[in-house]
């Protein structure tokens, strides 16, 4: 199914190298473990992805700190605001999922980037049948071929896992379907947790492109900016998670936090996976350009 076009998606696809990806193990099925994190992460720039900035920075200190853990992921399950479907959710179903640079205008080394990890084609068309559209009860497609893994995808994963040896499966977002959709849909990836996966949700709190001021500092912010930023902070640190898919009616304040809101959906599918007593962890709390938040959180 076609991404869409001129929301968060940008020309230029290349391909990435296999050879890492075809060496490692297929996986085939999801074997039962403890509970697996969740992460949702502000991922701003794709420059984030080879600049050594305190964001990036944070990435590969919490990709450690997880890889240090006593049982480490058998899957990475990433909601990326920059794979946007319509009538209907997909996974990616390939043995190798393909590097997109999905963006334009940027140092030639950004798009020499490559993130080799392998895909789970078994398990992408196990979890298809397993979760359901919240908006027909159907079951996902699965894209055997023309996604892959996207910047918001591997611009995270890379400084994280920079190993690429995790298989990797993207979730596409229904664009045409309400906020509380996504979240019911992240609700169903909950039990994911249990049997070795780690959801990752990719995106921003506040994402407006049409106002950045670069050279900001990480603290300098418009005001709607903070206080959008805020109302959502407060709802994840007192469990409110299911108040995050009614953010619209902040009013103007949303709208001027997300003229468009694929960069805020990916956080519902992280909210809607934890337990409201989790506890969450908030890093890279600052903003990037002004009308970007990088505010990440870890659950688990």
Not at 17 to 45: D, E, I, N, Q, T
Not at 73 to 91: F, M
């Amino acid at each position: 199914m076609a991404a869409l076009a001129g929301l968060a998606i940008f020309p230029g696809v290349a391909v990435t190298s296999l050879s890492s990806a075809a060496a490692l193990p297929a996986l085939h099925s999801l074997k039962p473990s403890p509970r697996m994190p969740v992460l949702f992460v502000g991922h701003g720039s794709p420059m984030n992805a080879i600049e050594d900035n305190a964001w990036r920075r944070a990435w590969e200190a919490l990709g450690t700190e997880l890889m240090a853990r006593a049982v480490q992921p058998q899957l990475i399950l990433c909601v990326s605001a920059h794979w946007l479907t319509r009538d209907g959710w997909q996974l990616t179903g390939m043995a190798n999922p393909k590097t997109i640079h999905d963006f334009g205008g940027f140092p030639q080394a950004l798009f020499d980037q490559r993130y080799p990890a392998p895909g789970a084609p078994a398990v992408a068309r196990s979890l298809a049948k397993e979760l359901k559209s919240p908006a027909t009860g159907a079951a996902l497609g699965v894209d055997d071929g023309e996604w892959g893994l996207d910047h918001g995808t591997w611009s995270v994963l890379k400084p994280m896992f920079p190993k690429a040896q995790i298989p990797v499966l993207q979730l596409s977002m229904d664009y045409s379907r309400a906020p509380a959709e996504h979240y019911a849909l992240g609700r169903q990836l909950a039990v994911l947790r249990e049997r070795g996966v780690l959801i990752v949700g990719s995106g921003n709190v506040v994402h407006n492109l049409r106002v950045t001021r670069r050279g900001t500092a990480a603290n300098e912010a418009y005001d709607w900016a903070q206080e959008f930023d805020g109302v959502v902070r407060d709802q994840i640190k007192k469990g409110q998670l299911a108040a995050l898919p009614d953010f619209l009616k902040l009013g103007a304040v949303a709208k001027q936090a997300h003229p468009t809101h694929e960069h805020y959906l990916p956080l519902l599918y992280a909210a809607g996976a934890v337990q409201s007593t989790e506890m969450p962890r908030f890093f890279n709390t600052g903003f990037q350009s002004a009308s970007i938040s990088m505010r990440s959180v870890l659950w688990g």
